[in-house]
């Protein structure tokens, strides 16, 4: 069955799908059906693959699209999952061309189908998303400190993370809407809830910290709006400053734990880090 399993998970990068080999694999010999087929459905329906599983006549293996999964049983060997690939008439599997007798003396009338289309799998390579995130950090960054307007900088940042932070919010007590659902919905590098997480610790409560700390934020710089005084502006940009001695930490330890830890990301906690980092370089321009 790992044998069918790391097939599958070839077969899936074929098509810009991508998902975790060990917790693949784990679904799949968890399942109280393992090692049937519908674990291997199972595991993709919680993957979020949309797939299909047909019985059909031999009749029918021609109205097949162009590749498909399904079951052969070569001579003396035991039933294997193998991708098919349809041209010229011809049946193409591990490089070996058959005929369509060929093939129907061969395979166990089931097919397996994989919608691209329909899944909800994100289709693009981890490490480039990261790259694309750092990249629209960056950017982001030198846009405003080039403006050099650092207080409605600073609250716009803040509003932004108070959002963020109220979507976290929301998706830890499971009252998620579908934005939240669009957010967090991927493969199995993403995840916004850490629910395997059995103990309680900073991560738990990042969401909560996260909201008070842009709140207190966003009033502040109201208030530094409306006095409009230089001692209590200056007076804000020092205690940001202190405050970095507790944020970096923990901004430190968020992304170990995403990436190190629970070896997923959470895009509602990088949305956070990203402001928390974007103020973190306004404060140091504004200090230099």
């Not at 998970?9 to 109280?32: A, G, Q, T, V």
């Not at 041209?87 to 009338?109: A, G, L």
Request: proline fraction near 3%; include cysteine; glycine fraction near 2%.
């Amino acid at each position: 069955m790992k044998e069918n399993a790391l097939t599958l998970i070839k077969y899936l990068k074929l098509k810009k799908i991508y998902l975790d080999r060990n917790e693949f694999l784990f679904r799949i010999n968890s399942h109280p059906n393992y090692p049937s087929l519908l674990s291997i459905v199972s595991a993709l329906n919680y993957n979020g693959v949309r797939n299909y599983v047909l019985e059909l006549d031999n009749s029918d293996v021609e109205n097949l699209p162009d590749d498909f999964m399904t079951f052969v049983t070569p001579e003396e060997q035991e039933p294997k999952l193998v991708a098919v690939k349809k041209k010229n008439e011809k049946y193409i599997i591990e490089n070996r061309s058959f005929t369509h007798k060929e093939f129907v003396s061969q395979w166990n009338n089931i097919a397996v189908l994989i919608d691209k289309t329909e899944s909800a799998v994100t289709s693009k390579n981890y490490k480039n998303s990261v790259l694309r995130t750092l990249s629209i950090i960056y950017f982001a960054f030198y846009i405003y400190a080039c403006t050099k307007i650092y207080l409605p900088s600073f609250f716009l940042l803040s509003f932004c993370g108070f959002l963020i932070s109220i979507l976290a919010i929301r998706k830890t007590f499971g009252n998620e809407s579908f934005i939240e659902k669009k957010i967090c919905s991927g493969n199995s590098y993403l995840d916004c809830s850490f629910s395997d997480v059995k103990k309680k610790s900073i991560t738990s409560y990042f969401a909560d910290f996260s909201f008070i700390y842009f709140l207190l934020n966003i009033l502040a710089t109201f208030f530094l709006f409306i006095a409009n005084q230089h001692h209590f502006y200056k007076l804000f940009f020092e205690i940001q400053k202190l405050l970095l001695i507790v944020i970096l930490p923990v901004v430190g330890y968020s992304l170990f734990y995403q990436f190190f830890k629970a070896k997923k990301i959470c895009p509602l906690c990088m949305g956070i880090v990203a402001v928390l980092s974007l103020q973190t370089c306004l404060i140091w321009e504004h200090f230099h």
